[in-house]
């Protein structure tokens, strides 16, 4: 638990990167209440404050981000999730929510699950984790990704009952512009930062083919007009190329996955300035009993190196997420995907820069629908551009909020030290607060 709200904290001593810059400087970084007040080469003029954090050299970096984190859904199996009651995601979403935060992630975009109540009550301080930029419920059309009827199942629009995956507010099926219309302004009611839509066929899913487009492009732009309406936007769960390209034409901003596309489809998407938020799977990420899926995962895992290839050389942002989900043996596994960025990337700083500043850029698209928008410019527009130093996330500058980790060892230099997040992580401070702090006292 952490420790109780201190009027300021101050961390001398460190090697600083800020999230934004190359260079690691060595200084002081000083924290009033909820945000950062003071970032300082040197030593601090002065010590005075409620905690004193000596880094003793050690590496200040901001706090880690995932860009596409199931809080709700990593913490049973799907067979656990269907035999119990609702507060039972709930109470499980709450650990992982704990956990994810000691490992090091002080913010996740969560991308299917009802993270309303949960959300409120981290937000609140009562319990530890995360920021969460919430979807809520993913939306799929009849037999789409998360369609998770079965298949003797009549469907919803034919007078049929929610699946269970419906009743706890993970998914939502929709056909057609009108019910469109009305999921997305359900999800957007009940909190959401950004709307998630099923575009093409799904890994675990039972009835939809990799190849298949879902959401005819109406439906899509349907969804991309009510986002828009709320100021702020839409992004698809997709793998293939003709998926994307669909997705891209009718407006969508953000595409999560893509493992399956082409260069000139990774074109296309830099020539529209639309994002890709992509994972660093390998094959035993996710285990499926069924054939038919553990082949769907076999071929997506096999894109992934040459998608990030072609998304860096053609200048596409990339994001950073993990994307794990029913299996909670795995769920710790999000450290050691961050890791593999440094390949991916191509150095383990630039796998570090997308993991903080990157992604907080990404959020920031949420615009007036961001619910952690710069404490000092609110009410200002300029808050709203794309300049990544604007953001109020993923760096350690002056105004920003104060969610701050001191790593034993550089991971700008070796990234794999943030894959043992139990011993490297030596504070962890996330809204002003102190949640873990193992340096001698």
Known sequence: MPTEPRASILIRDARIFDGIHDEVRTGHVRIEGRTIAHVGSGEPASTDADVVIDAGGRTLIPGLSDAHAHVMLIG??????????TGFSYLTGAAQAQAMLMRGFTTIRDMAGDTSDLKRLIDAGVLPGPRIYPSQAGISQTAGHGDFSMVYDRPTLLGGT???????????VANGREQVLAAVR???????????????????STYDPLDVLQFTPDEMRAAVEAAGDWGTYVCVHVYTGAGIRRAVDAGVAVIEHGQLATEDDIKHMADHGVWLSTQ????????????????KNRRVCAGVRQTFEWALTHGVKVAFGTDLLLDPS???????????MATLCGSSLAGLKIATSGNAELFRLSGQRDPYQAPDSSDDDSAD???????HLGVIAEGAWADVLLVEGDPTRDLSLLGDPHTNLRVIIKDGRVYKNTLPT
Request: glycine letters at 8%.
């Open 186 to 204: 359900e999800q957007l009611k009940r909190g959401a930062s950004q709307i998630k839509l099923m575009a093409g066929g799904g890994v675990a």
């Open 280 to 295: 660093p799977f390998v094959e035993d990420d996710h285990d499926y009993a069924n054939p038919a899926s553990a082949e």
């Open 76 to 85: 049973a199996t799907s067979t656990a999730l269907l035999a119990a009651g």
């Open 385 to 391: 551009t794309d300049t990544p130093h604007r953001n």
């Open 330 to 340: 795995k769920s710790d596994r999000q450290s050691e995907m961050l890791t593999r």
């Open 162 to 172: 929610q699946a269970r995956a419906e009743e706890l507010g993970a998914m939502r």
